[in-house]
């Protein structure tokens, strides 16, 4: 029996927010900015830590983050769930916020992130230290950059991609970010200048790479039903998938295909969609092949000519698809683990609260997460009441 | 029957809980080893206690010739310290592992480039490290 289809409409984003954002100095802590993203988010939403039943988290920086939440937060969950799967791990609590709250394990869900690692550590602190041996490190690779590196170089001597070509994503996130007040970056940037930048793992410069930054972020869901009733236009839940095969980049079989291409059209079939009905895109960009592999993946795209269609602004704004409208984590917000942002960004497209940087008629949003080394795949769509 | 699968036979490879302890100590005698399936006759790596291709209980140690080629590849540049190469290879046995190519410069390895294996005697282990190969078996 697959009943997952009945969840498509039944739960909906009713509340989105950030926290501070970018370098928010010392003294505050990631517990602070990710309690700061609930309260703004419940305060969207027109709701108090009191109506909250459902408590969904992973960090870095605190142990059994819902736990520690709900004490900090003075919520007390009948539903719970710490899913760690990287970055990608806001999504997959999406999916299992809807599924908990059709199946009336919990009603309103809290879904929350904080980090402040740029304040603390100037560099990225990874979730999930391992204490089992490893095949990879005593090699030295620069985790995580070195694995995307390498499916990187591994896409151009397949397909003729170019270090231009994945410029042009780093580019168009830019472009995007020079829309978006709470950016981070938002000074000019061309292709010459990612070219000219540092190599940190040939191919990807420091330009290819994801920002540090603070941050936190938090969603709630509940019901279709109890969403009608509340401040926002309702961001219905239509779909949603998981896909993991690996998790060290040596154990991915082909470097360049990822899991994305199973949680993409298992999402899009439950969502009853195609690519082509998608107005908006939001794509896990830790670093810029991410965008032409997913791209390619969830089939905006053949295999391999994502390059091409990246080319000449293809994502940037005034082009053929809106990817990455807030600026992406190269350019807007990069605090360690960034699922929660594309879900904030592509609800507020939904709700056409996105300002200068909307996207005229969003009807369908596509959010996709990205964890570990291109491991976990996760793949979200959203919409609005006229797609119901 | 284990005549047809991959690599050669290691009659005495030390048995244990850990197939990761038997894979470092087959390494200190400057053996690269990989597992085969007597199941599904796939190479497995790294070490497990059964196949993750087929699920089958059924996996052997075997010794790879230590061939293989450059499936990608990375150059890393720390600050104050020499450029290096980090790669995938593809054993010709059919398992593919991380490691660093060495004897040439970091930046003139290449994808599909012939590797063949280097023993290198870290402080406390030995780490299977490859240089360019003249051709070797394939």
């Known amino acids: 029996m697959n009943h997952e289809r009945e969840l498509r409409g039944k739960t909906a984003i009713v509340g989105v927010a950030e926290s501070d954002l970018g370098e928010v100095g010392p003294g505050v802590t990631a517990l602070d900015l990710a ?3 609930a309260y703004r988010a419940l305060d969207d939403a027109g709701l108090t830590v009191k109506d909250v039943d459902g408590l969904f988290a992973h960090s870095a920086f605190f142990a059994m983050p819902t736990v520690t939440l709900g ?3 003075g919520i007390r969950p009948r539903f719970s769930d710490a899913t760690a799967t990287g970055g990608s791990s806001f999504l997959a609590h999406v999916r299992h916020a809807s599924a908990a709250i059709a199946a009336g394990l919990c009603e309103v869900a809290l879904i929350v992130y904080g980090s402040n690692q740029r ?8 979730s999930g230290q391992s204490l089992i041996p490893s095949y990879e490190t005593p090699f030295k690779p620069r985790l995580p950059v070195s694995a995307y590196a390498l499916a990187a170089a591994r896409h151009m001597h397949q397909f ?3 270090r231009a070509h994945l410029a042009e994503v780093a580019v168009a996130a830019r472009r995007w970010a020079q829309l978006n007040p709470a950016a981070f970056e938002r000074g000019d940037l061309t292709i010459d200048d990612v070219l000219g930048s540092r190599m940190v793992s040939s191919p990807l410069t420091v330009r290819d790479c994801c920002l540090v930054t603070d941050g936190g ?3 709630v869901i509940t019901s279709a039903e109890r969403a009608r009733d509340l401040r926002h236009k309702p961001v219905f839940y239509l779909g949603g998938a998981e896909a993991q095969w690996h998790m060290n980049i040596s154990q991915l079989p082909d470097l360049t295909v990822t899991a994305a291409s199973e949680s993409g059209p298992r999402a899009f079939d439950l969502a009853g969609l195609r690519p082509s009905d998608v107005d908006v895109v939001q794509l896990y960009d830790a670093f810029t092949i991410n965008v032409l592999l997913f791209l390619e993946d969830l089939g905006f795209c053949a295999k391999g000519e994502a390059g091409d269609f990246v080319s000449a602004g293809g994502i940037a704004p005034g082009g053929h698809l809106p990817v990455n409208t807030n600026g992406g984590g190269l350019s807007y917000c990069h605090p360690g683990m960034y699922g929660i942002f594309l879900l904030i960004e592509a609800a507020r497209q939904i709700r056409g609260t996105a300002d200068q940087r909307q996207v005229p008629d969003a009807h369908v949003a596509l959010a996709h997460g990205n964890g570990g080394m291109l491991s ?3 793949t979200v769509l959203l919409g609005d009441e006229s797609v119901l | 029957m284990t005549a047809d699968l991959p ?3 290691i009659e005495d490879a030390p048995q244990g809980v850990s197939p990761h302890a038997t894979y470092l100590a087959l390494l200190d005698a400057e053996m690269l080893v990989f597992q085969g399936c007597r199941g599904c006759r796939a190479a497995v790596f790294p070490p497990r206690q059964r196949c993750s ?3 089958a209980d059924e996996l052997s140690w075997r010794r790879s010739a230590g061939f293989g080629t450059v499936y990608s590849t990375t150059v890393i540049r720390p600050r104050n310290e020499p450029a290096y190469c980090v790669a995938l290879v593809d054993l010709d046995e059919g398992f593919r592992m991380m490691s660093n190519v060495i004897e040439t410069e970091a930046d003139q390895v290449h994808i599909d480039d012939r590797v063949e294996v280097r023993f290198a005697r870290d402080t406390d282990q030995v780490l299977p490290l490859f240089a360019p190969a003249a051709g070797g078996p394939r």
């Open chain 2, 7 to 9: 690599g050669r036979a």
């Open chain 1, 376 to 378: 976990s795949q996760v």
């Open chain 1, 160 to 162: 003729g991609t170019t």
């Open chain 1, 217 to 219: 972020g938090a969603i």
């Open chain 1, 35 to 37: 309690a700061q993203a």
């Open chain 1, 119 to 126: 304040s603390a550590s100037g560099g990225l602190i990874a």
């Open chain 2, 53 to 55: 291709l087929c699920g």
């Open chain 1, 71 to 73: 004490e900090h937060l």
